[in-house]
Each structure stands twice: as structure tokens, then as C-alpha cells.
């Protein structure tokens, strides 16, 4: 922390749909690889994504992939367990399509991820640090993806990260608590802070949910965001989706993260 004023809160942020738009690019990719491992016989809709993510289970779009080309199938009336998958091959194909044809060297990436509008710039968190808001990020995205968003593209140095390599996948709260102990050690920052968790999934909602029952002795809240391609749909869908946030354990839920600013924190924390 850069004040000598008591610090305020802690705020973890998720990456996707939250930091940028990967309506295009992950969701396109996740399309991708579905129609390719059912021959062409179902490419997923956004409205069938957006089902499947609001089942709170499928965090990791590979699995999320892979589970929906399962359910073609037996769609179909072939049991999954006839169906032969290599979950590796799905990884692979994914990543590809998603970072292109070197996955491994973030220098040589053309995919998709090279075309995911942002959707904050690095001045927020520099308003963040400056108003005694401790920030650091818990996502489902690899590590070589979130420090690309995160290092290249917003110019952030060294954020307080953990990423999928790093810990469960969410709704597991592990690693959202990772983010808050690391944060409180970096800057000897009380433990008593209010955590602020903020999301675009019912996962990352009910990760919140499950950090207020296993560790009772911090102070956990949930802000939803609505992702770019809810903001932009219809009020009946969006008024869904705002709701299912909610349900799955949301304090709030806004429609774009720089709403979440100083005066929406310290109003958060006050109700």
C-alpha cells in the first residue's frame, strides 16, 4: 500500500468476462473445438454456453468442451461411455485455436486471445493502490494466459496472481484465499479486511458462498459483473442473468467492473 492510512479492503478479481471480453476468443474457441469433436454435428450457441457455465461446475472451458460433446452424443442415444474422447487431443485443439498454432511461446501466439478487447485499463488499479484498496486476481485461466492480459496487455508489474496451475478450480475457494493471505502478508495489511471477490460466473459466485462457510473468521463479499455479451443482450436475459449471480450468492451485481470503484467499496462495505 502506498498511504500510511489505514487500508481499506481487499479486492481479488476474476480475468475472464471481468478484465476482458472472451465472448470471441475462449467461448469461440470452446465453440470451436465442440464442432470439431462431433464431426461437425453441433457447434454450441452462446445460449448454450452460458447454460452449461450457469451450472457452476464447468469453470475449465476444456472440460466444459469435452462435457458438451459428451452430452451431443447422447443427445444422439450413444452413452458416453461408448464415446471415445482423448481429452488431451481436446486441450491441444482448443489451445490452438485459442493461441494458435505455437501455444507454448507467448511471443509467437496469433489466436484468438490476441484479439480480446479489454475492458479496464491500468489506471483503475493505480486509483485502487492510491485509495488503500489492496488488488490481485483468482482465475480459472492458465497462468501463461492471465499474465499475457495482465503483464502485456495491461502493463501491470508482478500482480499478486493465482491461476489454474496454482490451486482448485473454482467454486473452491483455495486459491481466492491464496490471493487475500498473500496480499495481507505483501503489505502487513490487517486480517480482518473485507475480501472482495469479483466475478462474471455462477462459479465465482458460489466460490464466495463456500469461502463464508470454510473460513468463518474473514469478511467475504461477492460482486457479480455482467459480461460484455449479457450487457448487450436483451432485458429479459440479462435480468436471468443478474439473477442466477444473485441466487448463486452475489452481494451486487454490476455491469461493468470500473463501477466498482472507491465510493462502491466503501459502500459495499458499510451496508
Known amino acids: 500500500m502506498t498511504s500510511s492510512a489505514a487500508p481499506l479492503a481487499i479486492a481479488v478479481f476474476d480475468i475472464d468476462g471481468v478484465l476482458r471480453d472472451v465472448g470471441n476468443s475462449y467461448r469461440r474457441a470452446l465453440a470451436d473445438t465442440v ?14 454456453v452460458d447454460r452449461l457455465k450457469g451450472e457452476g461446475i464447468w469453470n475449465n472451458d476444456w472440460e466444459g468442451s469435452q462435457e458438451l460433446v459428451y452430452r451431443y452424443f447422447e443427445a444422439q442415444g450413444k452413452p458416453r461411455e ?19 498454432p505455437n501455444p507454448t511461446d ?15 485499463e491500468k489506471s483503475y488499479f493505480e486509483a485502487l493502490t492510491r485509495d488503500r484498496i489492496a488488488w490481485g486476481f483468482f482465475s480459472g485461466a492458465t497462468r501463461g494466459s492471465a499474465t499475457f492480459v495482465l503483464q502485456r496487455r495491461l502493463g501491470l508489474s508482478a500482480p499478486m496472481l493465482v491461476a489454474m496451475e496454482d490451486a482448485p478450480g473454482k467454486p473452491d475457494p483455495t486459491g481466492l484465499l491464496q490471493v487475500a493471505d498473500r496480499l495481507i502478508a505483501q503489505g502487513s495489511l490487517p486480517e480482518n479486511l473485507p475480501i472482495i471477490y469479483v466475478g462474471d ?20 463479499l461477492g460482486v457479480g459483473v455482467l459480461p460484455p455479451h449479457i450487457v448487450a443482450s436483451n432485458d429479459t436475459y440479462r435480468n436471468a ?7 448463486a450468492g452475489a452481494d451486487q451485481v454490476i455491469s461493468r467492473v470500473t463501477e466498482l470503484n472507491t465510493a462502491y467499496i466503501q459502500e459495499l462495505i458499510q451496508a
Open 82 to 100: 461408448a464415446v471415445v474422447l482423448d481429452y488431451d487431443a481436446i486441450v491441444e485443439f482448443f489451445q490452438r485455436r485459442y493461441r494458435g
Open 241 to 247: 442473468y443478474r439473477d442466477a449471480l444473485k441466487k
Open 201 to 220: 460466473t455462477v462459479a465465482d459466485m458460489q466460490t464466495i458462498v463456500q469461502a463464508r462457510t470454510a473460513y468463518t473468521q474473514r469478511w467475504w
Open 106 to 120: 507467448p511471443d509467437q501466439w496469433t489466436g484468438y486471445i490476441t484479439q480480446e478487447p479489454l475492458l479496464i
Open 35 to 48: 464442432e470439431e469433436f462431433t464431426g461437425g454435428g453441433y457447434r454450441p450457441s452462446t445460449e448454450d
